[in-house]
């Protein structure tokens, strides 16, 4: 159960962030400010494009992911996506730290896009950190559940998550309800990446804003 005192930081954290869509780094303006890292390599254009009107239409595969160049430690970043069709599996991957290990996927944390369990934190190819996991020892794949009930909407309709990394601690909110926490959390820096885990989504109004 995440103490008072800890969801507190979350929801401060929310309310300064909910104005950071318009704000930082944009990782899709700059087509070589990212790179594709999946199997069989293809060209980035089959996997992503951007709108006229912003939106990015991910395809989700081939298995892998889109990754910034830039490497981030203390930063706020705001996402929006949604399933224009069949919801499926997705994530935003924090401080990828290494190439892939287990299949498609390298050393970072994931904050979990998956329909019905945006929220959930987990620890990916050695990732690591203080909290207790919430998966049985030994699963696969290792998991923090979300805290609160969930609070992401119908499939169609655009989400929001709230990220502050800051000193080795991970805050999550989805759609402005604070979800999960953690610390002490290894690698504690290094790029950030979109999964890309065969179901077809959309995003939008990404900001990364760096933190002294």
Not at 101 to 118: E, F, I, M, N
Not at 166 to 186: T, Y
Not at 194 to 204: C, I, K, N, V
Request: aromatic share 6%; net charge neutral.
């Amino acid at each position: 159960m995440v103490k008072h005192t800890e969801l507190c930081s979350i929801l401060a954290s929310v309310a300064v962030l909910a104005g950071c869509a318009t704000q930082g780094v944009r990782p899709f303006d700059a087509a070589d400010g990212l790179e594709l890292v999946a199997s069989p390599s293809v060209d980035p254009a089959t996997v992503w494009s951007r709108g006229a009107d912003g939106v990015v239409a991910v395809s989700g595969k081939p298995p892998g992911y889109i990754a910034t160049r830039a490497s981030y430690t203390n930063y706020r970043m705001h996402v929006e996506w949604r399933w224009p069709g069949k919801p499926g599996n997705a994530g935003v991957l924090l401080h990828v730290a290494s190439g892939p290990k287990d299949g498609a996927w390298p050393l970072s944390v994931q904050v979990q896009t998956k329909h019905g369990y945006a929220g959930d934190i987990l620890p990916m190819a050695g990732a690591g950190f203080a909290e207790p996991l919430t998966t049985a020892p030994g699963a696969y794949p290792a998991i923090k559940g979300h805290t609160a009930p969930d609070s992401e909407r119908p499939p169609g309709e655009w989400n929001s998550a709230e990220i502050l990394a800051r000193d080795g601690v991970i805050e999550v909110a989805i759609n402005g309800v604070a979800q999960n926490r953690v610390s002490a959390v290894k690698p504690a820096q290094g790029r950030i990446g979109f999964q890309l885990e065969g179901a077809p989504y959309e995003l939008r109004n990404i900001a990364i804003t760096p933190l002294p």
